[in-house]
């Protein structure tokens, strides 16, 4: 059983032994009571520490994929109901379209340092209610991240929320009432159009192109419709992955400052992004701009923010007080830490480049399988992509036999409209079973005689 295991990839080694089994697994469709190799041999054949092959094991038992036997080692699970089969197969699935980072990807050392440096130093942080604009530390920093991207506001600005999703309900709330409507980008972000639902706003569905929205599309909407709000992914927009163009923003600002709509920039995959380019926000002071650190840090950890006018800023800090008594105090002042400290820069940066490699490879094997691409993305987490060769039925055929997930075809529509592109993880999209799922949806190669 040979796991192919990289010690100069940054995926920690027994995480690649796990996705390593898992693959084998799902690929070989391994029957369950099947035994696996001995420990010593997989540690043996592979040039690994035993140590490591039983944590991996360890974890796949957790995960229900694996069971230790008494005497017999590690053997293949059964699953005992059909619920617990589809959990066991859901486990054992790669979710190609997911939304953010897996945690193979996400590093654990420093914002453990961080939460031990809070929970030691911090007592308030840990038994208090947070201020209502959120953590006077917390906002100092995102106030120096703004200025560097040009964004230059007074931290009376800022409010801190939990997560963007907060920063997107609290906006909703307070801006909106029902039966007004906004245009959205479609694709585009699933929730929000489950929160504009939620509140009853109608959606007018603009068209993302690889530049950003069609601007004919969108002054026709504007004219027709005199939508109150503008809600847009300003870089490596969900799901294309591509970026706004400056020629774009200026004519999507200008348009709607004539119209006296209201642009709400979701800039959540912001530190995804290292090239040049300007925020709406650094263009125009009057856009809300909406961030979070789930995407890089930790989705758990519910930290984001918004910046807007102080006076929206405190109408927002009003609804969230009433909805949820503030933030997390205690979540606050773990990233204060990691970005006071420098270590978040560092992880972005490493998680940039990691991003980056990959991407070339995976836009390779999608030009190698003829699959078209969605503006080529040069940042961010995700390709949007379909192939040529085959119709969604037989991808999805194809993704099953290889133990890969997609996403549903109509999640990225606000009018549920369904679609043969697919959201492609960059960071999921390295494992085995993918490159297995691409190829064979590649065209028949010309035999050789
Ligand atoms: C475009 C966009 N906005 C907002 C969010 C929500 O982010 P958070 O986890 O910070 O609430 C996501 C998460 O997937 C997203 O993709």
């Known amino acids: ?37 001995s420990v010593r041999k997989i540690a043996h054949i592979n040039l690994l520490s035993q140590s490591c092959v039983v944590e991996a094991c360890e974890r796949l038992v957790v995960k229900g994929v694996l069971e230790s036997r008494h005497a017999a080692g590690y053997v293949v699970a059964s699953p005992v109901s059909s619920s617990a089969r ?17 945690e193979s990807w996400r590093e ?43 964004i230059n506001v007074e931290d009376s600005r800022i409010l801190t929320t939990a997560g963007a999703s907060q920063g997107l309900d609290l906006i909703v709330r307070t801006l909106f009432k029902p039966g007004d409507c906004v245009v959205v980008e479609s694709p585009g972000y699933p929730a929000l159009f489950d929160l504009l639902n939620l509140h009853g706003i109608s959606m007018l569905e ?16 504007m004219l027709k419709h005199r939508p109150r709000g503008l809600f847009i992914n300003s870089f490596h927009h969900n799901p294309t992955g591509c970026s706004l163009t400056p020629e774009v923003a200026q004519r999507v600002l200008h348009m709607a400052k004539e119209r006296g709509v209201q642009v709400i920039e979701d800039d959540v995959y912001a530190d995804l992004h290292s090239g040049p380019g300007k925020r709406l926000a650094a263009l125009d002071d009057g856009v809300i701009y909406v961030g979070s650190y789930s995407k890089t840090l930790s989705s758990s950890l ?18 969230k007080m009433i909805s949820s008594m503030g933030a997390s105090r205690f979540c606050e002042s773990v990233v204060a830490c990691l970005l006071a400290n420098g ?40 390709i949007w992509a379909r192939s040529r060769m085959q119709d969604d039925a037989q991808v999805r055929v194809q993704a099953r036999r290889f133990g890969v997930l997609l996403s549903s075809t109509t999640a990225f529509s606000p009018t549920g409209a369904a679609t043969d592109w697919q959201r492609i993880n960059v960071a999921c999209a390295c494992d085995p079973r993918v490159r297995a799922f691409f190829q064979a949806t590649a065209p028949d190669r010309p035999q050789a005689f």
């Open 1 to 37: 059983m040979e796991l192919r295991i990289d010690r100069r990839a940054l995926v920690p080694v027994v995480q690649q032994i796990v996705d390593a089994l898992t693959c084998w697994i799902r690929c070989n469709d391994v029957a369950p009571g099947t035994r696996l190799l």
């Open 86 to 102: 589809q959990t066991h197969t859901s486990l054992c699935q790669l979710p190609l379209g997911d939304g953010g980072l897996p």
């Open 108 to 150: 654990t050392d420093d914002l453990a340092y961080a939460i031990r440096e809070v929970s030691r130093t911090d007592m308030a942080s840990l038994f208090n209610y947070s201020s209502p604009l959120g953590l006077p530390a917390l906002r100092q920093q995102i106030l120096k991240w703004l200025k560097q991207r040009k």
């Open 206 to 221: 603009v068209p993302r192109t690889p530049c950003g929205p069609d601007l004919a599309a969108l002054e026709a909407l």
């Open 302 to 319: 519910r930290v984001g923010f918004v910046v807007a006018s102080v006076q929206m800023i405190v109408r927002l800090a009003e609804v």
């Open 343 to 382: 270590t978040y820069r560092q992880l972005v940066q490493r998680q940039r480049q990691r991003l980056n490699s990959e991407r070339q490879v995976i836009l390779q094997l999608l030009e190698d399988a003829g699959w078209e691409v969605f503006g080529k993305p040069v940042g961010g987490l995700f």
